[in-house]
């Protein structure tokens, strides 16, 4: 099976842009999911679809993707957005379609 | 509102089967379209996919923890389990039972803490 493959820590000071990068060949030909997960927490889904987000998300949280590489984009970090964000997606380059899980990518908000 | 609760022991001795339970409230697993998922996390690291069984009793697994895995469904108790056979301490990890729809996983329980220690 293939992999994800996510960047290194970001900070990020309070109110500014923070951008999260995951790649990886299944982004070619499925959409990347975004979850936030914060210490001690079952993981939240904050992204799905490419740039979908479930009823509660704010609306600083977006996200985009090209070729194979999705990103995670939160305009106008809170101090409450401090978490690891995990991208996701399915693969089907085993004898059956699974999943993915990006290594995780450490949000600092400063 | 749809919730799931893991439930098990938290230590389980190495060789021994790890076994644990999602309980699914707010909607019947046996529902179209819904999958139901084991994902674990090693203490620190990332979120690893186990495997799923899907509303139609079907089930995929991993291909790392393929030959030791079963997951089931008790459709009457509206649970799915989890049993790892021949635990080590790589097992150790924090398991999650979480529901996707096909794309995405959507709702996930608190997850349960298992430790593989003699």
């Known amino acids: 099976s293939s992999e994800l493959t996510q960047g290194p820590p970001v900070s990020v000071a309070l109110g500014q842009t923070a951008r999260i990068t995951c790649q990886g060949d299944?982004?070619?030909?499925?959409?990347a999911n975004w979850y936030q997960q914060k210490p001690g927490q079952a993981p939240v889904l904050v992204i799905y679809?490419?740039?979908n987000r479930p009823s509660g998300i704010p609306d600083r949280f977006s996200a985009s993707s090209s070729g194979n590489t999705a990103s995670l984009t939160i305009t106008g970090a809170q101090a409450e957005d401090e978490a690891d964000y995990y991208c996701?997606?399915?693969?089907?380059?085993?004898?059956?379609?699974?999943?993915?899980f990006g290594g995780g990518t450490k949000l600092t908000v400063l | 509102q749809v919730q799931l609760q893991e439930s098990g022991p938290g230590l389980v001795k190495p060789s021994q089967t790890l076994s644990l339970t999602c309980s699914v409230s707010?909607?019947?697993?046996?529902?179209?379209?819904?999958?139901w998922n084991w994902i674990r996390q090693h203490p620190g690291k990332g979120l690893e996919w186990i495997g799923y069984?899907?509303?139609?009793?079907?089930?995929y697994y991993s291909p790392s923890l393929e030959s030791r895995l079963d997951i089931s469904a008790d459709t009457s108790k509206n649970q799915f389990s989890l049993k790892l056979t021949s635990v080590t301490a790589a097992d150790t990890a924090v398991y999650f039972c979480?529901?996707?729809?096909?794309?995405?996983?959507?709702?996930w329980g608190q997850g349960v803490l298992v430790t593989v220690s003699s």
């Open positions: 069984i899907s509303y139609t009793g079907r089930t």
């Open positions: 707010g909607i019947s697993i046996s529902s179209r379209d819904y999958h």
């Open positions: 979480a529901r996707d729809e096909g794309y995405y996983f959507d709702h």
């Open positions: 679809n490419e740039n």
């Open positions: 299944s982004l070619r030909s499925y959409y």
């Open positions: 996701n997606s399915r693969d089907n380059t085993g004898s059956h379609p699974d999943w993915l």
